[in-house]
């Protein structure tokens, strides 16, 4: 069975950092491109950055561009998402989420991880 | 950019058909996947690549992509359907991009 697993949310000042992690398991992590996702409260569902299975390749929204690093190892099964200069607006739950074929047919999300940007 | 339109919210009652909507200029040319959400839950996806239903999906699920509207169908509604749903796609142009509508309410009455 697929499980993905998001942790590191939490209570962060306007301006701080938070990095947030995502634990693979029940198949072969290597091999499938991988995004994170958010929802803010109330709000729809934004996409904000994939990457590839050998890193290769890495995209980002607009909206995130230049504040978040996503990255992955796949020696230890897992992705993550550094977030940089956050902003009030940042207010999401935060999915990690599996790329089933490579052009973003999204099959598989974890819980989600909240992140509440606020001072 | 690519914008998808969904309405806000669809009521049907028990039993009977769902059409939920996407709009996006020549979304018939691309690759819809559908998505349902319930509080608490992991978003899953109920239809993907315009038709395919993923295993464990209920046949009542299907979907339709042409010019510019995609349209998810929930046949046999049943109250456990209610969840907000959304459309994606992938738009590859400037910014590379995935795209989501902006969510549908389905309330069954």
């Known amino acids: 069975e697929v499980q993905l697993v998001e942790s590191g949310g939490g209570l962060v000042k306007p301006g701080g950092s938070l990095r947030l992690s995502c634990a693979a398991s029940?198949?072969?992590?290597?091999?499938?491109?991988m995004n994170w996702v958010r929802q803010p409260p109330g709000k729809g569902l934004e996409w904000l950055s994939s990457i590839s299975s050998s890193t290769t390749f890495i995209y980002y929204a607009v909206s995130v561009k230049g504040r978040f690093t996503i990255s992955r190892d796949n020696a230890k099964n897992s992705l993550y998402l550094q977030m940089n200069s956050l902003r009030a607006e940042d207010t999401a739950i935060y999915y990690c989420?599996?790329?089933?074929?490579?052009?973003?047919?999204?099959?598989?999300w974890g819980q989600g991880t909240l992140v509440t940007v606020s001072s | 950019s690519y914008v998808l339109t969904q309405p806000p919210s669809v009521s049907v009652a028990p039993g009977m058909t769902a059409r939920l909507s996407c709009g996006g200029m020549n979304i018939g040319t691309k690759s819809v996947n559908w998505y349902q959400l319930k509080p608490g839950q992991a978003p899953l996806v109920v239809i993907s690549k315009n038709v395919d239903r993923p295993s464990g999906i209920p046949e009542r699920f299907s979907g339709s992509n042409s010019g510019n509207t995609a349209t998810l169908i929930i046949s046999r509604v049943e109250a456990g359907d209610e969840a907000d749903y959304y459309c994606q796609v992938w738009h590859s142009s400037g910014d590379h991009r995935v795209v989501f509508g902006g969510g549908t309410k389905l309330t069954v009455l």
């Open positions: 989420v599996r790329d089933r074929s490579g052009d973003y047919e999204l099959d598989s």
């Open positions: 029940g198949f072969t992590f290597r091999s499938y491109s």
